[in-house]
């Protein structure tokens, strides 16, 4: 299958710093990737679609100047927590949709605000 | 609005017996369905996708049965394996590049 990777694979910030994750298809270009987050247990939660050149579209409740999302080509899109806060901790997933319309994901970020 | 059930949310299985695991979905136009394993502290690994037209699909010892009229899909994994012990999560699409509709999952644990 399609190979996703995400950068970094863990973090650790402060509180009030800014983190950006990057996520990548390796083999293949994908117009629309989709950002996730997962807390222990659970199943993924949408954050929001990226759309390479156009703004992201974010799901209900998800804060758009909190969680900046750039898709600034056909292989790259990237998360950025804004002013992150512990409760901001999680492990964001990143998917994306390959042309069959399949879709892989990559591996994780795990982030602990401190 | 789409919603996607997977029962049971747990399972345990000795080694070596088939595993049969359920997914069932409120709407029937539904794009294309994915089966997705994921290990803990892990991405997902896609498994098998199938396409609204087709009715199974099989890949080694996974098989994924699709019926659309009865919201229904089915992943059979055969002779199970302690490797097999994950979590299985089936999702939905209504149309291409559209999001996936996730089910809560299924935990599965194969004891040797």
């Known amino acids: 299958g399609a190979v996703v990777s995400q950068h970094p694979s863990r973090v650790i910030c402060k509180s009030g710093t800014s983190v950006k994750i990057e996520c990548r298809s390796l083999?293949?270009?994908?117009?629309?990737m989709f950002w996730y987050r997962q807390f222990p247990k659970q199943s993924l939660m949408l954050m929001a679609t990226?759309?390479?050149?156009?703004?992201?579209?974010?799901e209900q409740g998800v804060e758009k100047d909190k969680f900046l999302i750039n898709h600034a080509s056909l292989t790259l899109s990237t998360l950025t927590v804004t002013s992150a806060h512990p409760e901001d901790s999680s492990f964001y997933i990143c998917?994306?949709?390959?042309?069959?319309?399949?879709?892989?994901f990559g591996p994780g970020t795990r982030l602990t605000v401190l | 609005k789409q919603e996607v059930t997977q029962i049971p949310a747990a399972l345990s299985v000795p080694e070596g017996e088939n595993l049969v695991l359920n997914c069932s979905f409120t709407?029937?136009?539904?794009?294309?369905l994915q089966w997705f394993r994921q290990d803990p502290g892990k991405g997902l690994t896609s498994l098998l996708l199938?396409?609204?037209?087709?009715r199974e699909q099989t890949s080694g010892r996974l098989n994924a049965s699709l019926d659309k009229s009865s919201g229904r899909s089915t992943l059979y994994i055969a002779a199970s394996q302690p490797g097999d012990s994950a979590t299985y999560l089936c999702?939905?699409?209504?149309?291409?590049?559209?999001?996936?509709?996730f089910g809560g999952g299924t935990r599965v644990l194969v004891k040797p």
């Open positions: 998917s994306a949709v390959a042309g069959d319309n399949e879709q892989f």
């Open positions: 083999d293949f270009q994908a117009t629309t």
């Open positions: 990226s759309n390479e050149g156009s703004k992201a579209t974010y």
């Open positions: 709407d029937s136009a539904i794009y294309n």
């Open positions: 199938i396409q609204s037209s087709q």
């Open positions: 999702a939905s699409t209504k149309a291409a590049g559209n999001k996936l509709t």
